[in-house]
């Protein structure tokens, strides 16, 4: 399960991302409180500053990596705050080095543990392990170089431990959350997509209906009765055999639809007959069935959450590619405003979805219309 919470449900993540500015916030707090309690061990003002500020470094660095207009958060975004934060417990073992009577006080492991925790909702359980034990790995360093100085007698071994403990407890508990969650999403999803199958299988049995009725009508209504007439009729006119090509037009048109006719449509179909809800999908190429099922997620959320007849009146969605290989694609949204349109907010929370499923987003709004311009590459 090598997911993060924020690719499995990324509305979750966007709900944790305060999570991650608190987290900084305390490191901060703890990082100032520390090196003024034992500040008679300081011997180096300059270097315990820099330890300070490259907590606070980490910590802006974290908050601004889980935003989620900066979305999907990456696996180099957690090695650049565990950077940081090891720095600063590096430069606090600088700053007091040769009179760091007590190691427990220091507090490079509590801050470096409290960042990848506080991260754990944008990790997967390897990488924030993986990280904890990295760490450790420079605190145990740390430990080795300033045990001379110690007032604890207590054999190195010993130190390493309480020294590394924070960091192994605190990573440790980011990737049980990780892995925990992500299987709790995961089953989750297994039973809603079995019933979003069915469900889909009973829409689709509908649309077929209502395409064969289509196909029934013009054939009862329109076709038999001019094939009644005709054979019954002397001569065949030039007015008939018009009439033939357009009736042979719209059976040949009803037949497309129906061939033609992907998940996208279907989803246009069941909006425009459940919410009255004009929606108009323009995709040539059927790149709607290229999509990624997290993509169809994702475009399925925004058109249906557009849908509603007090947000818009009118959906129109453009499917195109970008480029001459295909490689590129673009979906454009754009609506004609309800009585009550999206807010900038509200729109954001769905390009931050989006982008977590690998689509470049962009949103723009204004009283008539919305408009959200949507880039992702076509496997």
Not at 149 to 165: E, G, R
Request: aromatic share 6%; proline share 4%; net charge negative.
């Amino acid at each position: 399960m090598h997911l993060t919470q924020q690719e499995a449900d990324p509305i979750g993540a966007i709900s944790a991302s305060p999570i991650v500015a608190i987290g900084a916030a305390l490191a901060l707090a703890l990082a100032i409180v520390m090196s003024w309690l034992h500040w008679s061990e300081v011997g180096s003002p300059p270097a315990a500053v820099v330890a300070i500020l490259l907590v606070a470094a980490a910590g802006v660095a974290a908050t601004l990596s889980a935003a989620p207009a900066r979305a999907p958060f990456t696996t180099e975004r957690l090695w650049l705050v565990v950077t940081l934060s090891v720095g600063a417990a590096i430069a606090e073992y600088i700053s007091t080095i040769g009179s760091n009577r007590y190691l427990y006080d220091d507090f490079g492991p509590a801050v470096i543990g409290m960042l990848i925790l506080s991260l754990a909702p944008y990790c997967t359980w390897v990488s924030a392990a993986l990280a904890g034990v990295l760490a450790s790995v420079v605190l145990t360093i740390l430990v080795i170089g300033a045990s001379p100085y110690t007032v604890v007698d207590a054999p190195i071994p010993a130190l390493v431990a309480v020294s590394s403990a924070p960091v192994l407890t605190l990573s440790a508990a980011a990737a049980g959350y990780s892995y925990g969650i992500i299987a709790e999403t995961l089953a989750w999803q297994r039973e809603a997509n079995r019933a979003a199958l069915q469900r889909d299988a009973e829409l689709r049995a509908g649309l077929a209906r209502s395409v064969q009725q289509s196909r029934v009508s013009v054939l009862g209504q329109e076709v038999l009765p001019f094939l009644a007439g005709v054979m019954t009729a002397e001569r065949i006119s030039v007015a008939d055999a018009d009439r033939a090509r357009e009736l042979a037009e719209a059976l040949r048109r009803a037949l497309r639809a129906g061939l033609e006719s992907t998940w996208l449509d279907d989803l246009a179909a069941k909006v425009r007959e459940s919410r009255g809800v004009d929606t108009i999908i323009k995709d040539p190429l059927g790149a709607a069935a290229g999509l990624s099922a997290d993509q169809r997620s994702a475009l399925t959320a925004l058109i249906s959450w557009l849908g509603d007849a007090e947000r818009s009146t009118l959906i129109r969605a453009v499917l195109t590619t970008d480029d001459e290989h295909g490689e590129r694609g673009t979906i454009t949204l754009v609506t004609e405003a309800g009585a009550s349109p999206p807010t900038r907010r509200e729109l954001d929370r769905f390009v931050a979805v989006a982008r977590s499923v690998g689509m470049h987003a962009v949103s723009t709004s204004t009283r008539e219309n919305v408009r959200v311009e949507l880039n992702y590459d076509v496997e």
